[in-house]
């Protein structure tokens, strides 16, 4: 499996963007796309998650409420819509592949795109 995230850059406080993950798949049966967070000098960090048959969506506390998970499964499309953002949710966001059940745990992903930067300046 492949991912590829975009999207990301310099928006002000309360400002929006919408990150992007396109994957690509051979032989691995995916239960979850998930994204997660890693600041400068911070350990990363579980942000979303949706399951990739049902749409179970799942959320930081961090998050929930300004940041909006959603899929596209005929394009292998995973989006990430962040609103409201604070100068804290800067870090670099990583979109992930898992095939097991606890989408919230980072040890369960197999998959890793490169990540992308998104800065949020006060």
């Known amino acids: 499996v492949q991912l590829q995230a975009s999207g990301g850059g310099l928006v002000q406080t309360g400002g929006s963007v919408r990150l992007t993950c396109v994957f690509s798949r051979r032989a691995y049966t995916i239960s979850a796309l998930g994204w997660f967070r890693q600041a400068p000098g911070k350990e990363r960090e579980f942000v979303s998650a949706?399951?990739?048959?049902?749409?179970?969506?799942y959320y930081a506390d961090s998050v929930r409420g300004r940041f909006t998970i959603s899929k596209d499964n005929a394009k292998n499309t995973v989006w990430l819509q962040m609103n409201s953002l604070k100068p804290e949710d800067s870090a670099v966001y990583y979109c992930?592949?898992?095939?097991?059940?606890?989408?919230?745990?980072?040890?369960?992903?197999?998959?890793w795109g490169r990540g992308t930067q998104v800065t949020v300046s006060s």
């Open positions: 949706i399951t990739w048959s049902g749409g179970s969506t």
């Open positions: 992930a592949a898992t095939g097991g059940s606890w989408y919230l745990q980072m040890h369960e992903y197999d998959y």
